[in-house]
């Protein structure tokens, strides 16, 4: 490949097929069980993997605010203090509804819950489960997400 074709792929093609990564705000949701944490984890809708609540910002609501509202609808945590750090991000790839996917890197804030409800908006499409942050690293998919959970 000659150097002037190599130019013009990095720097003409390849960001136009290259994605810029979308941004969502992300859940950590916890709580201390005697000497222990545990999180709390919640499967995806479509696929039934285990996830943390996670979502678009929302118009109105900084990112912490958006991370603890999407706790609420996905997850049931009505009270709770959230940290208004952010303790890391991940990287995923989401896959639209139109099934194009694109990448997303995750905010997420860590939120110590004090009450759940067991009727919440996604009640019915969603599982939770509390779990050791050990437990929930071998659990998620995403390393990034992984490598929170073990720090924590």
């Known amino acids: 490949m000659t150097d002037t074709f190599k130019n013009a792929l990095n720097s003409v093609v390849s960001p136009l097929i290259r994605r810029p990564r979308l941004l969502q705000v992300a859940a950590l949701?916890?709580?201390?069980?005697g000497p222990k944490k545990k999180v709390l984890l919640i499967t995806s809708?479509?696929?039934q993997r285990w996830?943390?609540?996670k979502?678009?910002?929302i118009d109105g609501l900084d990112a912490?605010?958006?991370a603890l509202q999407e706790a609420w609808e996905e997850a049931g945590?009505?009270?709770?203090a959230i940290n208004p750090d952010s303790i890391g991000s991940f990287d995923y790839s989401k896959r639209l509804e139109n099934g194009v996917p694109v990448p997303v890197e995750a905010q997420v804030f860590a939120v110590e819950v004090e009450s759940l409800k067991d009727d919440f908006p996604e009640s019915?499409?969603?599982?939770?489960?509390?779990?050791?942050?050990?437990?929930?690293?071998?659990m998620v998919e995403e390393p990034g997400l992984r490598s929170i959970l073990r720090q924590m």
């Open 29 to 33: 949701c916890y709580r201390e069980d």
């Open 45 to 47: 809708r479509n696929t």
């Open 51 to 53: 996830i943390v609540p």
């Open 55 to 57: 979502g678009w910002h």
């Open 64 to 66: 912490p605010g958006a």
């Open 77 to 80: 945590v009505k009270k709770a």
């Open 124 to 138: 019915e499409e969603r599982t939770r489960k509390w779990v050791a942050p050990e437990e929930a690293a071998e």
